[in-house]
T-cell receptor
Framework: RKEVEQDPGPFNVPEGATVAFNCTYSNSASQSFFWYRQDCRKEPKLLMSVYSSGNEDGRFTAQLNRASQYISLLIRDSKLSDSATYLCVVNTYSGAGSYQLTFGKGTKLSVIP | DVKVTQSSRYLVKRTGEKVFLECVQDMDHENMFWYRQDPGLGLRLIYFSYDVKMKEKGDIPEGYSVSREKKERFSLILESASTNQTSMYLC?????????????FGSGTRLTVV
């Protein structure tokens, strides 16, 4: 089973739509969770952390379900500038007091005028 | 903001050449990482380092080595470049390898081996 699994998409949505991405992770010992955004031919950039209580940043809402080992990202009122690949990222203890990030392969979003 | 700088944006090398990819960060981060990213395969960890002169193998270390002589600099070395090492290489750093912190990435080096 893959460690972090995402639907690769692409998700093609009209401007103004609401779109949701899901992600599952296999390691129940995972400690913290993130969504990264990666534009075409650019580096990944941290979009937001994901907390157990859920968190919101403007039009973006992230949710975590530890029991189901499931993470989600909701984007409301999609903008053309939201077009990118969204990477689900999990931080897991790797021994000797350290943690390591594991990246999903990403979900591609295209927002259409 | 943390800045992670990779020395080259695009690089073309010949098969068999020894290739050095340089990465420098300016925020005194302990931890640095090298990934490669290929279509359909996502980000794969090559090597990482917790401190000066320390290195740990990632998931795909074969054909690569690293050097960390100074805290701010982490170099990836392709001992004898091969065409299957054509890829986007991304360097990252983080303040703590602790659960709350994500990574900051450099802008990447797109390496082509011919």
């Amino acid at each position: 089973r893959k460690e972090v699994e995402q639907d690769p998409g692409p998700f093609n949505v009209p401007e103004g739509a609401t779109v949701a991405f899901n992600c599952t992770y296999s390691n129940s010992a995972s400690q913290s969770f993130f969504w990264y955004r990666q534009d075409c031919r650019k580096e990944p950039k941290l979009l937001m952390s994901v907390y157990s209580s859920g968190n919101e940043d403007g039009r973006f809402t992230a949710q975590l379900n530890r029991a189901s080992q499931y993470i989600s990202l909701l984007i409301r009122d999609s903008k053309l500038s939201d077009s990118a690949t969204y990477l689900c990222v999990v931080n897991t203890y790797s021994g000797a007091g350290s943690y390591q990030l594991t990246f999903g392969k990403g979900t591609k979003l295209s927002v259409i005028p | 903001d943390v800045k992670v700088t990779q020395s080259s944006r695009y690089l073309v090398k010949r098969t068999g050449e020894k290739v050095f990819l340089e990465c420098v960060q300016d925020m005194d981060h302990e931890n640095m990482f090298w990934y490669r990213q290929d279509p359909g395969l996502g980000l794969r960890l090559i090597y990482f380092s917790y401190d000066v002169k320390m290195k740990e193998k990632g998931d795909i270390p074969e054909g690569y080595s690293v050097s960390r002589e100074k805290k701010e600099r982490f170099s990836l070395i392709l001992e004898s470049a091969s065409t299957n090492q054509t890829s986007m290489y991304l360097c990252a750093s983080s303040l703590f390898l602790y659960k709350e912190y994500g990574y900051t990435f450099g802008s990447g080096t797109r390496l082509t081996v011919v």
